[in-house]
């Protein structure tokens, strides 16, 4: 789907050379070859078909996020880089479109938007009653290498639920989450964890080197993960690491990860438990799995991503989980959970079709004005799209082209001085006259 770098450079040379040569012809104005403008890499357009079907499928996201109390914020396209940066470390530059602004502020494009969403809390809901449940649908941009299921433009659906750090508040989270994929047809498994039992593990290395562990496991990367820490000593941590982040199954494993570890990580396993207790209630079906740790994410206790197998290396089509960012940002430190689905993944697995909207052509013969007043009157009664000529074309012409409408409606002269219209079903053909009530009575049937 996205072009290669190197044809864009061919077209640049070609355009060259026939621009050259319309103006050795001395023609330039006229015979000029524009060259075709592609779209900029890792981007895509969206026709209509497309489009009511992205539509269809945020359609429902919003109507689910609202049935459990969350309002849509908006944040801006572009933010501070420091955003980002904050947390991620100047790393996370690579792989984001981070650019400067003509006075010289550093400025970034969103990658995501739990940040923004906690930037917006900061500056304009810090003193509103808690808690704070806040959805958005918007687009992110990433400096990634395009393929399937990964690409520089790209949409989430999330929620942020502010204020709680208790089970209920990650269960609510999680429990929507659910429900939203379940709807839209998605055959995927739900895996949780929880991150702050690693950290405590690794809390006595260096930073840079539990990042790097963290990171090793976040991309299942295990035998550089093995090689990493027996090259430090760390035989007995990497043991107990190599257990714990291979556990996985229903809630009776966390009894067994009890096992492995100390009792220090015993408050996190009553909080999994609880949690999963409240999965049970919502009707949530998942895996309990030590091994999602979210990678570079500012995540600190309960973890989740989901997975549809069918997508193959992008199968994860939403990750979420409990964090505190806001006094990163100048704020207090509120807990927030919140999850972001991968829009463009969710729309190659979901099994929704949008409900197509009933097309009527008023049809005209020499009676522009009449058809245009008709179209209106039909427009304010009746739930359709309706469409007029404006091609100038005569009555059989408009008939043949609006052969994908439901109904034509015939305006011509002889309609006029009948006081009627001539109906036409554009299925079965059949043809009847009827009066401006009647023809509205049968659209809305
Ligand atoms: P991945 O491991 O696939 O790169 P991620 O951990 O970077 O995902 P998040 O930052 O948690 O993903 O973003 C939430 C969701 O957004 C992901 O689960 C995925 O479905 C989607 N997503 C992330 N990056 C892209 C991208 N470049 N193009 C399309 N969807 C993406
Ligand atoms: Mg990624």
Partial sequence: MVRAVGNAGNSEENGETENRAASENGSLRESKVKRKIERPRGTRDFLPDEMEKRRAVERIMREIAESYGYRE???????????????SGEGIIEEIYAFKDKSNRNLALRPELTAPVMRLFVNECSVMPRPLRFYYFANCFRYERPQKGRYREFWQFGVELIGSDKPMADAEVIGLAYRILKELG?????????????????????????LKIF???????????????????????????????????????????REILDSSVNEDLDYLKEVCTLLDSYGVEYVVDMSIV????????????????????????????????????????VPSTGFAIGFDRVMEVCRVSPSRKLKVAVVDANCSREAVRLAEMLRDRVKAAVIVDVMGRNLKKQLSHCSDADF???????ELEGGYYTLKDMRSGEQRKVGFEELVKILSS
């Fill in 408 to 414: 034509a409606v015939i305006v011509g002269r002889k």
């Fill in 73 to 87: 914020v908006c944040t801006p396209t572009f933010e501070h880089l420091e955003l980002f940066t904050i947390k």
């Fill in 294 to 333: 979210r990678g570079l994410d500012y995540y600190t206790g309960i973890v989740f991503e989901a997975y549809a197998e069918s997508l193959g290396a992008q199968k994860q089509v939403c990750g979420g989980g409990s964090y505190r960012l806001s006094h990163l940002f100048g704020g207090e430190d």
């Fill in 186 to 210: 998605i055959d995927f498994e739900l895996h949780i964890g929880h991150v702050g039992i690693l950290r405590k593990l690794l809390s006595n290395l260096e930073p840079e080197l539990s």
């Fill in 215 to 257: 990171r090793l496991i976040d991309k299942e990367q295990l035998d550089e993960l093995e090689r990493l820490m027996r090259g430090r000593g760390l035989d007995v941590l990497y043991a107990k690491i190599s257990e714990l982040i291979s556990t996985k199954g229903d809630a009776g494993v966390i009894e067994k990860v």
